[in-house]
């Protein structure tokens, strides 16, 4: 079955970088497309950025500049890097599958990890 | 970026109550706008796509309608593990965006 798990560490220093991995099963990185998502606590959902089936990207505008997000398709993995954390970015972070209806692609979510918690504090 | 407004932001309701929960956009969507389910422990689960496609597994108490600008998720009889957070998201146009998200809450 479909199942994505986000893993990283839990505490990041002010003006470090961010890592984080989702790793995929059920399905193929070269057939369906990959988000990550944010939610500050006691917050709402913000959309990070994408990773298509062919291993293009598209990013947030408010984030692009500090953003990456690249994939080991071998490994069933996608990656997020995310430079100069600021406490603001304190967040549970989710990876989110793209739905694919098979001709299409639609920002619609269709299957989603647990979320790994982010806090950055010094 | 199209903004999305929740209303109301948290709803108190009873058991086997209908309930209806609001999303405007800033801007029409061409019915671009999807649901999601949050329960208390985070997992989020995919209600409705497309306005009202029902996902499959999603029980047909869940019904979403609307267009243009407004649109609205309805729970016709409320069940124990429906009591949750609701979002609605619109994908129009980039950057897909949600609302801040509607809790619904035990009476």
């Known amino acids: 079955q479909v199942q994505l798990k986000e893993s990283g560490p839990g505490l990041v220093q002010p003006s470090e970088t961010l890592s984080l991995t989702c790793t995929v099963s059920?399905?193929?990185?070269?057939?369906?497309?990959v988000n990550w998502v944010r939610q500050p606590p006691g917050k709402g959902l913000e959309w990070m950025g994408t990773i298509w089936n062919d291993g293009s990207t598209d990013y947030n505008s408010a984030l692009k500049s500090r953003l990456s997000i690249s994939r080991d398709t071998s490994k069933s993995q996608v990656f997020l890097k995310m430079n100069s954390l600021q406490t603001e970015d304190t967040a549970i972070y989710l990876c989110a599958r793209l739905y694919y209806d098979g001709t299409y692609y639609y920002w619609y979510f269709d299957f989603w990890g647990p979320g790994t918690m982010v806090t950055v504090s010094s | 970026d199209i903004q999305m407004t929740q209303t109301p932001s948290s709803m108190p309701a009873s058991l086997g109550e209908r309930v209806t929960i609001s999303c405007r956009a800033s801007?029409?969507?061409?019915?671009?706008l999807n649901w999601y389910q949050q329960k208390p422990d985070g997992t989020i689960k995919p209600l409705i796509y497309?306005?009202?496609n029902l996902q499959s597994g999603v029980p047909s108490r869940f019904s979403g309608s609307g267009s243009g600008t407004d649109y609205s998720l309805t729970i016709s009889s409320l069940e124990p593990e429906d009591f949750a957070m609701y979002y609605c998201q619109q994908y129009d146009s980039s950057p897909p965006t949600f609302g801040g998200g509607t809790k619904l809450e035990l009476k």
């Open positions: 497309y306005t009202s």
């Open positions: 059920g399905f193929s990185l070269t057939s369906y497309g």
């Open positions: 801007q029409g969507i061409s019915n671009y």
